[in-house]
């Protein structure tokens, strides 16, 4: 069983930047592979970023150069480090947990989520 809290969003102007945190409880955090998804108002839920147990990391081509995913396993914390904000990427950002091996941008693969956290951009 992991729970999965996010912090760290905001309201921000358009090019600014914001790092997502997602504590996660458990003895066993290094063997989930880890993701972020996000939900705009009135959409579905859209893939992010991934990371798995070993390091490798997947992110959406929407965001690939500005946003990064990354994990602390002694924290038992993963990141998103999102930079040159726009607009369009206001939405709730999830972050999910998935046990097992290797990257997924399939949102059913993963069987637990946080509540969410709300990021806000302005242009």
């Known amino acids: 069983q992991v729970q999965l809290v996010e912090s760290g969003g905001g309201s921000v102007q358009a090019g600014d930047s914001l790092r997502l945190s997602c504590a996660a409880s458990g003895r066993t955090f290094s063997s989930y592979s880890m993701g972020w998804f996000r939900q705009a108002p009135g959409k579905g839920r859209e893939f992010v970023a991934a990371?798995?147990?070993?390091?490798?990391?997947d992110h959406a081509d929407s965001v690939k150069g500005r946003f990064t995913i990354s994990r602390d396993n002694v924290r038992n914390t993963v990141y998103l480090q999102m930079n040159t904000l726009k607009p369009e990427e206001t939405a709730v950002y999830y972050c999910?947990?998935?046990?097992?091996?290797?990257?997924?941008?399939?949102?059913?693969?993963?069987?637990?989520w946080g509540q969410g956290t709300q990021v806000t951009v302005a242009s």
């Open positions: 990371i798995s147990s070993d390091g490798d990391t």
């Open positions: 999910a947990a998935r046990y097992g091996r290797g990257v997924s941008r399939i949102n059913l693969l993963y069987g637990y």
